[in-house]
């Protein structure tokens, strides 16, 4: 199975200032034939279900703001609030859709500073 | 609006069994693909099975196969998960996840239920 590892675990920004959330796999997961990578993004607020955010790596869900991006390739992607707000607290995973088994990362927890 | 309602979590000794359902609502149930997930109190997400949307096709992660069965039922638009066997390392709440890609397994999941939680203990 692709291992997921996001980096840090947990972290802590003010209000209205850059969260990052690094997400890098044990392989990659670009399928050179469409060009694209199979890596998704989710959010899961206390005692929720996680809520799909992004997908093909830098793809926004309908009805996402779009203080949150993604980028990266390969075995390497981020995940950015450009603008903390108090409704993004929350955990996020990152998660591989590139092989049978899709796996996920360990998550990151974010805080208000 | 999309709806996934899972039910049968529950307490269960080591070794005894369990089935889950999910009723959805809101889609066309019989074209899309459907997962559980499961998540252990206080983990990380840990994927289980998937059942392709006419039933024809199954998968499941190594630490469930042979003790674990997904069917589904399109005339009800009901999920079914048959756990046996069941250890104390199933504890966890079991997500129903609808796939997002009509007619394939894409393993991106852009709806999840509430929940049910199984806890197998003694």
């Known amino acids: 199975d692709i291992v997921m590892t996001q980096s840090p675990d947990s972290l802590a920004v003010s209000l209205g200032e850059r969260a990052t959330i690094n997400c890098k796999s044990s392989q990659s997961v670009l399928y050179s034939s469409n060009n694209k990578n199979y890596l998704a993004w989710y959010q899961q607020k206390p005692g929720q279900p996680p809520k799909l955010l992004i997908h093909?790596?830098?793809t926004r869900e309908s009805g996402v703001p779009d203080r949150f991006s993604g980028s990266g390739s390969g075995t390497d992607f981020t995940l950015t609030i450009s603008s903390l707000q108090a409704e993004d607290v929350a955990v996020y995973f990152c998660?591989?859709?590139?092989?049978?088994?899709?796996?996920f990362g360990q998550g990151t927890k974010l805080d208000i500073k | 609006e999309v709806q996934l309602v899972e039910s049968g979590g529950g307490l269960v000794q080591p070794g005894g069994s369990l089935r889950l359902s999910c009723s959805a609502s809101?889609?066309?149930?019989?074209?899309?693909?459907m997962h559980w997930v499961r998540q252990a109190p206080g983990k990380g997400l840990e994927y289980v099975s998937v059942i392709s949307s006419n039933g024809a096709n199954t998968y499941y992660t190594d630490s469930v196969k042979g003790r674990f069965t997904i069917s589904r039922d399109n005339s009800k638009n009901t999920l079914y998960l048959q756990m046996s066997s069941l250890r104390a390392e199933d504890t966890a709440i079991y997500y129903c996840v609808k796939d997002s890609q009509w007619d394939q397994t894409w393993g991106v999941f852009d709806y999840w239920g509430q929940g049910t939680l199984v806890t197998v203990s003694s």
């Open positions: 093909w790596a830098s």
């Open positions: 809101g889609f066309t149930f019989s074209t899309y693909a």
């Open positions: 998660q591989q859709y590139y092989t049978t088994t899709p796996t």
